[in-house]
Structure formats: C-alpha cells, structure tokens
C-alpha cells in the first residue's frame, strides 16, 4: 500500500481563524477555510479529514490552535 506524503503544514488560532504559520504546500489563504470546516470535520476528541486543492487536509483542533497537515493523494 503506498502512503500519501506530507506536503505542507498549518497552524491556526481557532478563535480567530487567522493563520499563525504555513509551510509547503500550505497557504495562509487557506486558515478561514480550515477553520469553518474543522466545525464539521473533526469529531469530540478534535481530529478530522477534509478535502482541499486536489489533496487531504488532516485536521487536528488544540485548545488555541488548530494544525492542517496536507497529504497528497
């Protein structure tokens, strides 16, 4: 099985949305985005999977933070 690879990362301050760092194949562009999907996406423990430009957002929500690795598929 092959493994898709990271190819970028954010982080974000989920009260605000705004984006507190990117790296890769990551925007700052992205954070609003993120941040309303991660409402739906992650479950009660804070992780979740969303789609974006053609790859897979891993969605991990902190108590102030919220960090998006993306994978490409």
Known sequence: MDTPSVSGAILIDVKSGLCLGVVGKAKE??????????WQACDIEGVGVVSLRD???????GENVLLGVFKDT
């Open 29 to 38: 562009d992205d954070a609003p985005q993120l941040t309303v999907s991660s």
């Open 55 to 61: 790859g897979r957002v891993m969605l991990r929500k």
